[in-house]
């Protein structure tokens, strides 16, 4: 009996050391600061250097421009700011709220429940009598049978909502780190766009480029796609800038 327990002992170990070696790290895709920072940083890029292009067309003064630069950061930053802790904050008391649904939902019909846990674990291909003896063991702890169904049903883990305020502050900061770079060669006395424009140009790139950390893409491929819809967003609004100061409006 020594001798088998100890077998079975090093065949655990076997497994655990297997698990280790093989076990390996994903990206985050779902983390609450992730998406709104570059989000935030590319669009800051974008849309104040678009804004300075459209005044720079319809002005040949560099005062409105650089005034236009600054309030176009400042209003960007806040509406990003804004607009994501309501987005995120409205899909996290959804969440809770589908939580406590499922919550009084075990409570109420336990038993309904748990048959309904052991049809998910067949689905998936568990034998029946399995899934039950599963489901059974899962809804002997209230806590934990509640964070199953939640996975399960509903694809939400509670341990992981997204924090409203972190996507805020990701999405202001990176926004204002952003839209800052066209407005730099301004604040140091510039008075032409071509400053401005090569330094947003490499500001897109990079930033194109770290996105395709986490895609199969290659960096150049994301350097150059993000640096090409920049360009095209300014050469559009430098465009109806021209047009206006050619109509006589400014």
């Not at 590319?42 to 250097?49: C, H, I, R, T």
């Not at 305020?165 to 202001?172: D, E, I, Q, T």
């Not at 150049?220 to 993000?226: A, D, E, K, N, T």
Request: hydrophobic content about 45%; glycine content about 10%; proline content about 4%.
């Amino acid at each position: 009996m020594s001798s088998e327990s100890t077998e079975q002992q090093q065949e655990r170990e076997r497994a655990e050391r297997e698990a280790m070696r093989i076990q390996h790290e994903h990206s985050d895709v779902t983390g609450g600061w992730l998406r709104p920072a570059v989000f935030g940083a590319s669009d800051g890029l974008v849309s104040n250097f678009a804004l300075i292009a459209g005044v720079t067309g319809g002005s040949t003064d560099s005062k409105p421009v650089l005034l236009a630069g600054l309030a176009g950061l400042a209003a960007g930053a806040f509406s990003m700011a804004a607009g994501e802790y309501i987005s995120v904050r409205s899909q996290a008391e959804q969440a809770l709220a589908e939580i406590e649904l499922e919550r009084r939902e075990i409570e109420r019909n336990p038993a309904g429940e748990e048959r309904e846990l052991a049809q998910m674990y067949v689905a998936k291909g568990l034998e029946p009598e399995l899934a039950r003896e599963v489901a059974k063991q899962l809804s002997r702890d209230p806590v934990q049978v509640l964070d199953v169904h939640v996975r399960e049903e509903l694809g939400i883990d509670q341990a992981d909502l997204p924090s409203a305020r972190l996507a805020a502050g990701s999405s202001f900061a990176s926004f204002a780190v952003g839209a800052s770079l066209p407005v730099l060669p301004y604040l140091f006395g510039a008075t032409s766009m071509i400053p401005a424009l090569l330094l947003t140009l490499a500001g897109l790139f990079l930033c194109g480029a770290f996105v395709t950390r986490l895609t199969p893409r290659p960096w150049w491929y994301g350097g150059l796609r993000q640096t090409a819809v920049g360009a095209l967003a300014a050469a559009v609004t430098y465009g109806v800038g021209t047009l206006v100061d050619a109509s006589g409006l400014t």
